[in-house]
């Protein structure tokens, strides 16, 4: 799977969009971006993914560049309960496990 | 509601005596699998399950057993545990094979002394 870099922390206000960064220029063509979040301790939790197309869901949006060598994860209004590690993952479906790299840090502040 | 139940929450033990982590889930997902997680190391896998009596190693298995007799259950089992498997265990299943919109459990704090 393709090494992925995030920034380690950031912070954004509450009401705010929070614009998470994600470089993944090694990604091959039929790897996935996949973003899990882990607040405080607790489970991850599953945000979204995508290939080529940006996606939208309930949670958040996913912009992925044209060339795929990089993303950004959007919640589009932060709130404090957002606060938590989020891990940005390149993914080969089917043959390795998810590998969970360092993450970044968002603090979202009132 | 679709979850991943994990049993202890909380464990205290010693070194040598053996126990069970037991995790439930209630998706009718095939693929389960086992993490730890340590500060600095982040999570790590420890072993996988792809269906019932289908098992193989992760990148941690050491010291570490499991079991699939049923699809829904997947206990982790540490036969003679050590100091140094204090962790933070979760356990994870999602519909298909490795990965792909995994639903996690919400972790076992273990110490062992």
């Known amino acids: 799977d393709a090494k992925t870099t995030q920034p380690p922390s950031m912070d954004c206000a509450e009401g705010r969009a929070a614009n998470l960064p994600c470089n993944h220029s090694?990604?091959?063509?039929?790897?996935?971006v996949y973003w899990y979040r882990q607040i405080h301790s607790q489970g991850p939790q599953y945000i979204i993914h995508?290939?080529?197309n940006n996606e939208t869901n309930e949670m958040a949006s996913l912009i992925i560049t044209e060339d795929r060598k990089s993303s950004t994860l959007i919640l589009p209004h932060a709130t404090l309960r957002d606060t938590a590690v989020y891990y940005c993952?390149?993914?080969?479906?089917?043959?390795?496990?998810?590998?969970f790299g360092k993450g970044t840090r968002l603090s979202v502040i009132a | 509601e679709a979850q991943v139940t994990q049993n202890p929450r909380y464990l205290i033990t010693v070194t040598g005596k053996k126990l069970t982590v037991t995790c439930s889930q209630n998706?009718?997902?095939?693929?389960m699998s086992w993490y730890r997680q340590d500060p600095g190391l982040g999570l790590r896998q420890i072993y996988y399950s792809m269906n019932v009596e289908v098992t193989d190693k992760g990148d941690v298995p050491e010291g570490y057993k499991v079991s699939r007799k049923e699809k829904r259950n997947f206990p982790l089992i540490l036969e003679s545990p050590s100091p140094n498997q204090t962790s933070l265990y979760f356990c994870?299943?999602?519909?298909?094979?490795?990965?792909?919109?995994?639903?996690f459990g919400q972790g076992t704090r273990l110490t062992v002394v």
């Open positions: 995508g290939l080529k």
């Open positions: 998706m009718n997902h095939e693929y």
């Open positions: 993952i390149a993914y080969l479906s089917g043959n390795t496990p998810l590998v």
């Open positions: 090694t990604i091959s063509g039929n790897e996935y």
């Open positions: 994870a299943s999602s519909l298909h094979r490795r990965g792909t919109e995994a639903f």
